[in-house]
């Protein structure tokens, strides 16, 4: 897993963005990952571990698995 912190993340809008600490770049976090981890939010600062998924289709890298460091 990847280690992160919280750029930003707006729970009304569901979305927001993570910066990976092996300084690739800000990686998208939905809501639907929150979710799929039994989450209901993030704050800014939050240090967490992340996993990534490419959509095939579009090639946007989103966070797949996450959870709180």
Not at 62 to 68: D, K, P
């Given at each position: 897993m990847i280690n992160?912190?919280?750029k930003f993340y707006n729970a009304e809008r569901g979305f927001g963005y993570i910066k990976p600490e092996n300084g690739e770049?800000?990686?998208r976090v939905l809501l639907s990952a929150l979710s799929r981890a039994d989450m209901k939010s993030l704050a800014q600062g939050q240090k967490v571990k992340?996993?990534?998924h490419t959509d095939p289709d579009s090639g946007k890298v989103?966070?797949?698995?996450?959870?709180?460091d």
């Open positions: 992160g912190t919280v770049k800000d990686v992340f996993d990534t989103a966070v797949h698995n996450i959870e709180a």
